[in-house]
């Protein structure tokens, strides 16, 4: 009963107001609450639930899987607990080794669950993969070694000596 003041006013709080004028007359007006958000879609949830079932499948053929296929096993347990939204979230790098991973595993693609998560996979990393600072590095033997990064490396001060000697135009020989 001493709580009902605080409630009314953290709902009026919480509530959308706006001022209304009618000729010289200004009035306040309450507006209605935001509708709640419907729930998820039914088919979309059991998709989810049916891919994390056929991926969990797949990686507890052998024991190790997980333990070789990092990136694979991390994927699951991001897709299990995000859903589809963890191939939005991930990075890419990740998503495309993960899908390296998957492709070697697989090789019978009848299963139109892992054929689809395969696909889901593809187009993650096509989709981001124009970003020149975000896209999968193929080929390279580091991940740090690209044309839109510096690679900063020490040297020795004779050699800097050198440098500023020959950037100042001083001959070395004198």
Request: charged share 30%; no cysteine; aromatic share 6%.
């Amino acid at each position: 009963m001493l709580a009902a003041p605080f409630r009314r006013m953290a709902r009026l709080l919480s509530t959308d107001v706006r001022l209304e004028r009618k000729g010289r007359r200004i009035g306040i007006r309450v507006a209605a609450p935001p509708p709640e958000p419907s729930p998820p879609d039914s088919s979309a949830l059991e998709a989810q639930k049916a891919t994390g079932i056929a991926l969990k499948k797949l990686l507890d053929t052998h024991r190790q899987t997980r333990r070789v296929m990092r990136h694979l096993g991390y994927l699951e347990r991001a897709l299990a607990a995000r859903g589809q939204e963890a191939l939005n979230d991930l990075p890419v790098e990740v998503i495309a080794k993960a899908l390296k991973q998957f492709e070697a595993l697989v090789s019978n693609w009848s299963d139109p669950v892992l054929a689809g998560l395969r696909s889901q996979m593809a187009v993650a990393v096509l989709r981001r993969s124009d970003d020149p600072f975000g896209g999968p590095v193929s080929g390279r033997r580091s991940e740090f070694y690209t044309d839109s990064r510096l690679e900063v490396r020490d040297d020795s001060p004779s050699a800097f000596m050198e440098f500023e000697r020959a950037f100042h135009g001083k001959d070395l020989r004198s």
